[in-house]
């Protein structure tokens, strides 16, 4: 394919764009202070067909391609990063997990609540001493005499912590063989011994709910694994190749809003006597945020596409576009903020919160670290 997207995803775009103006950009700034005043919006989006794209239909989801959800990823993260990760993280980063290796029992149960945005699913992975390896993680589940499972151990960074009524939680089921040890569960957050903190006070995405998790003597009854026991370890790394394509998607989406932002202060700005837009420094600015924009998304778009097509060498091209969108995204959001000058600082333009939202991206789901490490031993 090349970099534009086939026919109909325009249209698609159309009413991601016309949800977005109509339920989340009014909503930003108190999200920012509450994350659990967008759960009307979810709901809405549920109602748009939006939380189950890649969802069958025969569990109320749409049967959509990872490409409809990057065209959804861009357009939820140009009103604010925290409530898109809110949506995505839920519905196309955890849910997956159950489309992927759950039951057709656990899917006729979780899926169409999740697809209809009345539930949300967090996946809990990280841990305070393991983020990006994730075989190191030290969380047990430990199966009782009577085919239950105990869980003990804390769980870190778990986006939608509290928000959610499904969590999907990776232990430890062999303590001795490391990557070959874990498992994953499906957990109802309301399970006597689970316990979470305060919202964590971060840099950026104000509006997701993110904490620390604690598991304490947790039982889940023997129904609770998802997949194969001792086979999490696998089912993770797999489900991280869409989770950084959507990352990377909202990097673009950061990007585009950013780009937009510049492209209006800089024909409305005067200073000297004349607009921003007559100086050429000014115009040269935006023509790079848009080189560097049109770079990352031709990247996502093939690495999106690659994955539907399972091409093999799918897994190359995510690292590309998860490295390069993240680094765009950064870019930009900083030029933005300095074209902006004083007023960039000041929140409530919207370009100091992309430009604190847009920094996550380099980290979660895989930092730039790993991503060259993935291309430096692939290409070797």
Not at 52 to 61: E, I, K, Y
Not at 276 to 305: G, K
Not at 355 to 374: H, K, M
Request: with cysteine; aromatic share 6%; proline share 4%.
């Amino acid at each position: 394919m090349t970099w534009e997207l086939p026919d109909g995803y325009d249209d698609f775009r159309a009413s991601c764009r016309a949800f977005v103006d109509a339920h989340l950009r009014p909503i930003v700034d108190a999200a920012e202070l509450d994350p659990s005043l967008s759960l009307p919006a979810w709901r809405a989006a549920g109602e748009a067909g939006l939380m189950g794209l890649t969802v069958s239909s025969d569990v109320g989801g749409a049967d959509a391609d990872l490409k409809a959800v990057v065209v959804l990823a861009e357009e939820l993260a140009r009103a604010s990063g925290g409530l898109a990760i809110t949506a995505l993280g839920s519905s196309y980063m955890a849910a997956p997990h159950i489309v992927l290796h759950g039951s057709e029992e656990q899917k006729k149960r979780y899926l169409p609540e999740v697809c209809s945005g009345e539930s949300l699913v967090s996946i809990l992975v990280s841990e305070p001493g393991a983020g990006s390896d994730v075989a190191a993680l030290t969380s047990t589940a430990v199966p009782d005499h009577d085919g239950s499972w105990i869980l003990n151990g804390s769980k870190m960074f778990i986006t939608n912590a509290s928000l959610s009524s499904i969590w999907i939680v990776a232990a430890r089921t062999d303590q001795d063989a490391r990557h070959r040890g874990i498992t994953t569960f499906l957990v109802d957050p309301k399970t006597p011994g689970i316990s979470w903190g305060n919202p964590l006070p971060k840099m950026g995405w104000h509006a997701s709910d993110t904490r620390e998790v604690y598991l304490d003597d947790v039982r889940i009854p023997a129904d609770a694994v998802l997949g194969e026991v001792n086979h999490g370890f696998y089912q993770t790394m797999a489900a991280f190749q869409e989770e950084r394509t959507i990352l990377a998607a909202m990097a673009v989406g950061h990007a585009v809003e950013c780009l937009a932002l510049s492209r209006t202060y800089a024909r409305e700005r005067e200073v000297f006597g004349q607009k921003l837009i007559d100086l050429q420094s000014v115009r040269h600015t935006l023509a790079r945020m848009e080189i560097a924009l049109e770079t990352a998304r031709a990247a996502v778009y093939r690495a999106a596409d690659r994955i539907d097509r399972q091409h093999p060498e799918a897994h190359r091209s995510v690292a590309v576009a998860k490295y390069h969108a993240a680094n765009v995204a950064n870019e930009v959001a900083d030029s933005a903020v300095q074209l902006f000058g004083g007023m960039g600082f000041v929140e409530g333009t919207g370009v100091a919160r992309h430009y604190r939202d847009a920094r996550i991206l380099r980290i979660g789901g895989g930092t730039d670290e790993v991503q060259l490490e993935i291309l430096s031993r692939l290409g070797a």
